[in-house]
């Protein structure tokens, strides 16, 4: 430091040598308020105590907290108690890198890092209070502050605040962020189970996370060298199979179905290998399996099965933190509506705001699928009304887009039906009939539907962004007679498996579309020719009377013989 400019600081820019000890330690804290503003924002600030809530409780009184929650303005800075201000430096301000030696430890002279000085300006308080009053570096400090962040305003007057020490504490937060991924308890509890249980279930709300947890749940067991493999609503005793000296780990997602229970026909064979969970050969097997609570719920009242009955191997994925949901929601902007209208008014909404409305949840979906649906159109779902009746909003915006672009309904209505476009393949014909669509408009206009659409993680496709969504289009369009033909004759037939079910039928949920008179003889021709009857082996459809005679009339008593 030049012997010059450090004299200008002290003396011309603070007459430094005219002012009192406590008044230049006062002056040093000070500046750890300045550089908290720097750092740290305040709706940044504001979601601190939800993070860290645990530690917070633990080591700072309820009033020091206070200041901070009311926290409204730059002034508000002031009010902050310094061992707050300081620890939210240390555990909050990521840019702003540890000593040397770590917080909490005097750093070395050549350390003239930011982190080292405002250790130093902590470590120099609190020695004052103890009764010290030399201090080798406070000049030095004082000039790196001053050359770093300025003057202290002329307005606020410094004060001898007391001699009440500035604590150092490590802040642990209730849950992180790794690879984008909130590491929620119930992610953590499935990964601990699994070290204990060979078979683990995860079971919750659509939308409540557990496609998310198998992809961490698969990326975990990678990073130690197992294999690990896919299935979607179907596993099999085939499945089990390991062989020697090999480590596999079965990821399960949608258990028996992605909307409603499916796979009829294969019932007997998924029972069969929950029921005998042994591996086949001699390597190491771990399988974690994904099913929806109402499926979840409709297979114990009808078919008792014994596997999902264990409860030391069934994770809820049910409850959320305030921190998880606060990490997730912060994650879900980032590519939500605030990312494409930067003048949105609900960019820098408080989190508190939103707890209300997820408050309200009635557990039709999973608050993370709610909070996804605040993030890509909080102009309907910051209303509290509007979680009571999640599928009918949505159906008003698919209505708003046909209406405004029906060539964008049409693209959206597409991907739905198909299930993933994959980019550059040709369209199949019958899309030509949604107002004449083909791959170029698709992929010029997809840009418009990001809020619906997400693109696959290898980059060649485009699927709808949440199986609720397909659902609430489905079913807008099933309950419109220009669509409803449309939709029985060409929707990938999974779906229709799975959504469609009688009027008498004792396994509806809320993600079910009733069949209408009209929609049987539609349903019956598109089975008989597309020779879909498999589908058909117990399905709730079948209790129609009217249904099973028809298609047991347009069948083959052959193929009749297979499903009956």
């Known amino acids: 430091m030049e012997p010059f400019h450090r004299f200008q600081v002290l003396n011309e820019q603070f007459s430094w040598d005219n002012q009192d000890l406590s008044w230049k330690l006062t002056a040093l ?9 720097h750092f740290s924002g305040i709706e940044e600030l504001k979601e601190v105590p939800i993070i860290f809530k645990t530690s917070f409780l633990l080591h700072f009184k309820e009033s020091v907290l206070e200041n901070l929650n009311k926290l409204n303005s730059w002034d508000d800075y002031q009010k902050l108690d310094l061992s707050l201000v300081y620890n939210l430096l240390r555990n909050v301000c ?42 080798v570096y406070m000049n030095d400090v004082f000039v790196r502050m001053f050359d770093e962040f300025g003057t ?30 909130v590491i929620t308890k119930a992610i953590k509890l499935v990964l601990d189970s699994l070290k204990k249980e060979t078979f683990v279930i995860v079971k919750g709300a659509i939308g409540s996370g ?14 130690n060298q197992w294999e690990v493999k896919w299935k979607e609503e179907i596993v099999t005793l085939r499945d089990l199979y390991v062989q020697e000296n090999k480590k596999l780990l079965l990821c399960c997602d949608n258990l028996f179905g992605v909307y409603n229970r499916g796979k009829f026909a294969s019932t007997s064979e998924i029972i069969e290998a929950l029921e005998n969970q042994k591996k086949e050969g001699n390597g190491e097997l771990k399988v974690v399996l994904a099913i929806h609570d109402h499926v979840y719920d409709e297979l114990q009242n009808s078919l008792n099965i014994k596997a999902l009955q264990n409860k030391r ?29 930067r003048r949105c008014p609900f960019r820098d ?39 009571q009746n999640l599928v009918s909003e949505l159906c008003s915006l698919f209505q708003i887009l046909l209406d405004e672009s029906p060539e964008l309904f049409h693209i959206l209505l597409y991907i739905m039906m198909i299930g993933t476009h994959k980019l550059k393949n040709k369209l199949p014909d019958w899309a030509f009939e949604l107002e004449g669509i083909n791959n170029e408009k698709v992929e010029q206009n997809v840009c418009h539907l990001d809020a619906f659409l997400v693109g696959r993680i290898d980059g060649q496709g485009l699927q709808m962004k949440h199986d609720f969504f397909s659902f609430a289009l489905f079913k807008f369009c099933a309950d419109r007679t220009k ?27 809320d993600f079910c579309v009733i069949m209408k008179d009209e929609m049987i003889p539609i349903l019956v021709s598109r089975i008989v020719g597309e020779n879909l009857h498999m589908f058909m082996k117990s399905h709730p459809l079948m209790e129609n009377l009217e249904f099973k005679a028809l298609l047991k009339n347009k069948s083959s008593p052959d193929v009749w013989k297979t499903i009956v």
Not at 210 to 223: I, P
Request: proline content about 4%.
């Open 94 to 135: 990521k840019h702003i890198a540890p000593p040397n030696r770590g917080w909490g430890y005097d750093p070395p002279t050549d350390d003239v890092s930011l982190g080292a000085d405002i250790e130093r300006i902590r470590l120099m308080w609190n020695n004052y209070c103890d009764g010290a009053t030399e201090f």
């Open 210 to 223: 557990k496609s998310t947890c198998l992809k961490n749940v698969d990326e975990h067991y990678r990073r």
């Open 313 to 341: 191997v069934v994770v809820d994925f049910n409850e959320f933190s305030d921190a998880e949901m606060l990490l997730i929601l912060n994650d879900q902007k980032k590519r939500g509506h605030c990312t494409r209208d």
């Open 483 to 509: 669509y409803r033909r449309f939709l029985l004759q060409h929707c990938q037939f999974s779906m229709i498996e799975e959504i469609m079910r009688p009027v008498s039928s004792l396994t509806q949920s």
């Open 29 to 37: 804290k000070y500046y750890l308020v300045v550089i908290l503003k």
């Open 152 to 181: 202290i305003s002329k307005e606020v007057e410094i004060q001898d605040s007391g001699s009440e020490k500035i604590s150092s504490v490590e802040l642990k937060p209730e849950c992180v962020v790794i690879d984008k991924v």
């Open 349 to 387: 909404v408080d989190f508190r705001s939103i707890q209300g409305t997820l408050k309200g949840n009635p557990g039709q979906i999973g608050d993370p699928l709610l909070t996804l649906l605040y993030s890509n159109f909080h102009d309907i779902y910051n209303k509290s009304e509007a979680t």
